[in-house]
């Protein structure tokens, strides 16, 4: 009840006045089964934005801070991401994320939408990163189509830091359903989850239009002040 509360009632209104959002290739997009919707990251407003593109209801994964804070703020915003069906998950290693992965395979068997970031993190800077293998390892389990999905100027809207939006053109571009269904029985085979990545990656780097560096976004975020990791050339298409 809430998800649709939020959609079309209490926040629908207000973001499509900032923001003015565009939807482009909402045919791609199956009406009933499974499916993940893999899309860029640049703001948190990616995943009101997204929601209100499509008809369907869809669950994203979240990350697990966001169901952790204390005090008024964090027992809101904890209501919050549960009311709207988010995923929490735990990003400080395989073996903890692996619950969550679990929890979006049984959403997607159940015949529902999974909207997930295979970058794993916000892009700190406006490129495309490089992507997780976990959101291949669930398609080729699955065997559900993966439909890439590119957030356009939500980073103008909700530039990193602020939380105030500003007025800015969104744009959302759904692409066609990507198949890996010629992957059948190859589970679990790293260079074949990272094939799959990175033709899911190349993508998301055509419909978006961003420069792709090949190292993940939370290298970078995460880097001493000062001592930033060395970042390869942007390339016109991710690396195998």
Do not use: C
């Amino acid at each position: 009840m809430w998800y649709w509360l939020f959609k079309y009632v209490l926040l629908g209104p207000v973001l499509k006045l900032v923001g003015r959002p565009r939807v482009e290739g909402l045919e791609n997009l199956p009406s009933r089964g499974p499916a993940i919707l893999a899309s860029n990251h640049l703001a948190v407003v990616d995943s009101f934005y997204l929601p209100m593109a499509v008809p369907r209801r869809i669950y994203f994964l979240a990350k697990s801070e966001y169901f952790t804070g204390t005090g008024l703020k964090g027992g809101f915003q904890r209501w919050f991401f549960t009311a709207v069906g988010q995923i929490p998950i735990d990003r400080s290693g395989a073996d903890a994320a692996e619950n969550a992965l679990i929890s979006a395979r049984r959403k997607l068997e159940s015949g529902e939408l999974m909207g997930m970031y295979p970058e794993g993190t916000r892009s700190p800077d406006g490129r495309l990163f490089k992507g997780k293998t976990g959101l291949a390892r669930i398609a080729m389990e699955t065997g559900v189509p993966v439909i890439p999905v590119a957030m356009i100027n939500t980073d103008k809207l909700n530039p990193p830091g602020t939380t105030i939006p500003r007025r800015a053109q969104i744009t959302v571009k759904i692409g066609k359903p990507l198949d890996f269904s010629r992957y059948e029985g190859m589970n679990g085979n790293r260079f074949i989850e990272r094939a799959v990545t990175d033709e899911i990656m190349y993508e998301l780097m055509r419909l978006s239009g961003q420069k792709y560096v090949d190292i993940y976004a939370a290298s970078l975020k995460n880097a001493p002040e000062g001592a930033a990791p060395a970042i390869p050339g942007e390339r016109s298409e991710p690396a195998a």
